[in-house]
């Protein structure tokens, strides 16, 4: 064997626009940092006219948008009744104030709605942050975005990153797998579209996250997390290895099948040029060659998992038809015609693109070009495969229209480039039919009748061969037939099924014991319906009889459980089955957090904002109900007396005891003024005060949601000028807002402060006040 090359370079791999293994700049949509970059590839150049992705007469457009600067987009997240008040500011505020706007003499273009978007959800605009920091008026613009980024209102996206979920075709309660998952702008839209109805706290469906990358995981927490719902649960493992997993159905173990999944394969990422500038020197055919295979066994492994009935949305953002056409048409020949392509042209009326090729020949790093598999010299077999070429079989290609594939080119819309398709799943793909003979007879013998889906076993075989043709020693994941890598069988626990290991029995290898990488997470424990812990809970918030007591979780086996998390009735079913197949980084939204010494306030824990609209359908008291004065009034001082509240909430605080209580705004139809949509924040009632637990950048997005403007000047002071008497000051009452760097008091999320205080034992209320 010869030694290794450590020097090697890997290919560059790319997934939603960002190369993997470097950290984002800030400013890399308008080129900073990269003026020594010529923009100019010539290989580049020569590949993409003689393949003819780009219509005759448009190269020169084509290229000319390649090197100009991508759109800032920005799309608003949320649930929908809180998403259309965020669409209501930026349009009558901060959209109005820019578009009159002049800086250094030139117009100011202001924000334009993606046309293509539902309900005008998605905005671009081509302000610069350099532009942004010139007029105090961009500059409230940009602190308005910013911290609104910060609380998961509003989310920094390509334009094209927000095409694959909207074909997916989300109902609440799909199961959803997203396979290359970080850092999340795609997995926060398919968790919005599961809560589209807010009224359901928990709905059916449920997103499972998966990422290769341990520590890109935690950047997919981070993203998730900012949407506090129960139904996402973010997992470590090779998506083309992705593990099989069980639920519970009625006392029998299933295989888990998903309705719907995400493959956004790590790619080449050549349509990003217009934002990763150092894609222009890199750039070569090679990366291509070196990803189609792994690009295959993702989405092998994809439609595996995937429900009869169920759709698949592969995406890039690489214009190569190596890594796209000819990765949908392997796919479609390997199913024989389990998967069908979908026609998704209209599912997005207004979004430009041009449809699939069927005809594209290779071409090698030094120029030379292959157009079919048999001028390949065997010297270059092992980096040239057949499946890189289009089907000989004129039949058969028509048969796959490969026309319905999408692809996006950056001159058409002012976007970057990408790549997408919609496969439908017919019937089981063609090797989960397959029955091993001595295991049908006993099935057959049997009483109960075991589908071929449900079976994933395939026939023994000496010789395996990988999905894009080559040869291999070892059984690949890819084939549903084979035991997985990581140690998981790929058949439920089923009564039918004899024992692997008796003699002329066909059967799954013994598994091995999964290997961890990465930080070692803290455990999951759900807690039962007689836990001692529910006992005060129950009593002091008069939880319905109805609430979900089983879905409650920690992450602690001994010792006093600090918080408490909750998931959706579907999430804990395949947590319970699945522990020892696979590596979850994190699930649940938390619902409590333990207060020090909390007892003498009637019960130890006190309500968590993250998990207040997943508690709120179940909790009948400590509520009070507060008008738009009244969260004026919470929001911009520290701890109020109650007789600083309206009439209604002043006399509802006053009947209820110490402790945690929920501050509940309702919307009132007659007044259009008001927010449209119901706001729940959590609380704190004190001894003659009353105090809201919010974090900094919620507590500014909802004095916006009420009228009352904040913005900080460079130096982070509040800027309460004449000239401008509504910044820092609400709208009619003069109150100085606290929403500002070192003034607002620290809130929930932060232990330090609140334990603090509520070690008092003199009857104060966290946050100090008598």
Known sequence: MGRKNRNRQRPLQYRDGRPEGKRSRDDAGWGAGYSEIIKENKLFEHYYQELKIVPEGEFEDFMGAMREPLPATIRITGYKSHAKEILHTLKEKYFKDVQDLEVDGQKIEAPQPLSWYPDELAWHTNLSRKILRKSPLLEKFHQFLVSET?????SRQEAVSMIPPLLLKIEPHHKILDMCAAPGS??????????????????????????????????????????????IMVV???????????????????VLFYDRILCDVPCSGDG?????????????????????GLQIRIAVRGVEQLAVGGRIVYSTCSLNPIEDEAVIAALLEKSEGALELAEAS????????????????????EGRWYSDWSEVPTSRHTQIRPTMFPPTDPEKLANMRLERCMRILPHHQNTGGFFVAVLVKKAPMPWNRRYPKLRNKEANSSSEVVPAEELQMGECSAEVTSVDGSPTDAPVETMEGKASAEGNPSVPDTPNLPEAKKENVCGPPPPKKMKLFGFKEDPFVFLTEDDPIFHPIQAFYDLSPDFPKLNVLTRTHEGKKRHLYMVSKELRNVLLNNSERMKVINTGVKVWSRNTDGEQFGCAFRLAQEGIYTLCPYIRARIINISVEDVKVLLTQENPFLSKLGDIAHNQAKKLEMGSIVLRYLPDPKDPDSPQCPIDLCGWRGKTSIRAFVTRNECLHYLRMVGVEVFRDKQGKRDDS?????????????????????????????????????????????????
Not at 273 to 289: A, E, F, G, H, M
Not at 356 to 362: E, H
């Open 346 to 365: 209209t599912d997005l009326p207004g979004l430009k693109y041009m449809p699939g090729i069927t005809s594209w020949k290779v071409m090698t790093k």
């Open 272 to 292: 990003t040029l217009r934002k990763n500038i150092d894609v222009w020197k890199k750039w070569t055919t090679s990366n291509s060659l070196q990803l189609h």
């Open 236 to 254: 470590n493992h090779d998506a083309s290895n992705i593990p099989r997993l069980q639920f519970d159905n009625e006392g029998k173990k299933d």
């Open 150 to 154: 910060e609380s998961g209102n509003i």
């Open 722 to 770: 004449p000239a401008e008497p509504q910044e820092g000051k609400t709208e009619d009452a003069d109150t100085e807002v606290l929403c500002q760097e070192g003034d607002l008091p620290e809130r929930d999320g932060t232990e330090t402060a609140q334990n603090s205080s509520e070690s008092k034992t003199n009857g104060t209320e966290p946050g100090g006040s008598t």
């Open 186 to 231: 795609k997995t926060a839209q398919l968790i919005e579209m599961l809560h589209s109805d807010m009224d359901i706290p928990f709905p059916e469906g449920f997103v499972i996250a998966n990422d290769v990358d341990n520590k890109r995981c935690y950047l997919l927490v981070h993203q998730a997390k900012r949407l506090n719902s129960p139904c």
